[in-house]
Nanobody, 120 residues
């Protein structure tokens, strides 16, 4: 089955940090876009951040939702085929199932997700 695999979720207190990992199903090409989405109970899935495979360290090619700017950072290790989401200053409203999207051309491949729960 072709899908990315996420890990790193867990229970954390508000103000804390977590690092999520997503291993792509295949090599990440320059044309690949990797993204993190989240879905809270009773809410629609929403984009958290994404990154293009052509992005180099510190370069353009990343996109963030307004509600995570300044707190979350997405990064890519193409050699490892892994995309990371570094989450700092977590808030209760960041609670949700975080899913990785691997976009190759017109095809989207979703992971099963990793649960993040932020407590007060």
């Amino acid at each position: 089955q072709v899908q990315p695999v996420e890990s790193g979720g867990g229970l954390v207190q508000a103000g804390g940090s977590l690092k999520l990992s997503c291993v792509a199903s295949r090599s990440i090409l320059s044309s690949t876009t990797m993204g993190w989405y989240r879905q809270a109970p009773g809410k629609q899935r929403e984009l958290v951040a994404n990154i293009r495979g052509s992005t180099i360290a510190g370069g353009l090619g990343t996109r963030y939702a307004d509600f995570v700017k300044g707190r979350f950072t997405i990064s890519l290790d193409k050699a490892e085929g892994t995309v990371y989401l570094h989450m700092n200053s977590l808030k209760r409203e960041d609670t949700g199932l975080y899913c990785c999207l691997e976009r190759r051309g017109s095809n989207d491949y979703w992971g099963q997700g990793t649960q993040v729960t932020v407590t007060s």
